[in-house]
T-cell receptor, first 113, second 111 residues
Framework: GNSVTQMEGPVTLSEEAFLTINCTYTATGYPSLFWYVQYPGEGLQLLLKATKADDKGSNKGFEATYRKETTSFHLEKGSVQVSDSAVYFCALSDGTGFQKLVFGTGTRLLVSP | DTAVSQTPKYLVTQMGNDKSIKCEQNLGHDTMYWYKQDSKKFLKIMFSYNNKELIINETVPNRFSPKSPDKAHLNLHINSLELGDSAVYFC??????????FGPGTRLTVL
């Protein structure tokens, strides 16, 4: 079945450091890929998405590129802020019928001043 | 505010009790979902309804019964609660297979 694998956290960075959170997936067909963010005590919010190979999703300084050849969708940000501290979830939708999201286990990011 | 709302936010109860969690969306969406997030933050879909019709039913104990009285509401009823049911339950909604919007979650603690 479809699955998503994320790097284990927590990822601890200083403010203005470069961020990479790895995400790889296993899927049949042509899934859409997503990054969701969960701030403390809140629900998930869509951060960015990509629906086909080589698409780049971007939002709030975060970027991720849909790489079909490596089945990856790594999240990057050039300069993190304390306010980026949250749990980040990589997810895929198999694109068949209604959007059934399969999530990775989440990666906690802690940014210190 | 346009949003997905859930009640209650926190629910503490004894093993064996029956409880319900309510979800409402005023976004005009046609599809609603229930997800369970365990203590390790792992998030897994449980159910999905489209226009009040059940379309996704993952391997969930039949103690869990979703009910959708209309397109804007999807409630989750849990019978005979067990310790392992302790988790955060998220409701979400979407329109026509597009982005899912999540509610703030309901933290269920079974003692």
């Amino acid at each position: 079945g479809n699955s998503v694998t994320q790097m284990e956290g927590p990822v601890t960075l200083s403010e203005e450091a470069f961020l990479t959170i790895n995400c790889t997936y296993t899927a049949t067909g042509y899934p859409s890929l997503f990054w969701y963010v969960q701030y403390p005590g809140e629900g998930l919010q869509l951060l960015l998405k990509a629906t086909k190979a080589d698409d780049k999703g971007s939002n709030k300084g975060f970027e991720a590129t849909y790489r079909k050849e490596t089945t990856s969708f790594h999240l990057e940000k050039g300069s993190v802020q304390v306010s980026d501290s949250a749990v980040y979830f990589c997810a895929l939708s198999d694109g068949t019928g209604f959007q059934k999201l399969v999530f990775g286990t989440g990666t906690r990011l802690l940014v210190s001043p | 505010d346009t949003a997905v709302s859930q009640t209650p936010k926190y629910l503490v109860t004894q093993m064996g009790n029956d409880k319900s969690i309510k979800c409402e969306q005023n976004l005009g969406h046609d599809t609603m979902y229930w997800y369970k997030q365990d203590s390790k933050k792992f998030l897994k879909i449980m159910f999905s309804y489209n226009n009040k019709e059940l379309i996704i039913n993952e391997t969930v104990p039949n103690r869990f019964s979703p009910k959708s009285p209309d397109k804007a509401h999807l409630n989750l009823h849990i019978n005979s609660l067990e310790l392992g049911d302790s988790a955060v339950y998220f409701c979400a909604s979407s329109y026509n297979q597009n982005e899912q919007f999540f509610g703030p979650g309901t933290r269920l603690t079974v003692l």
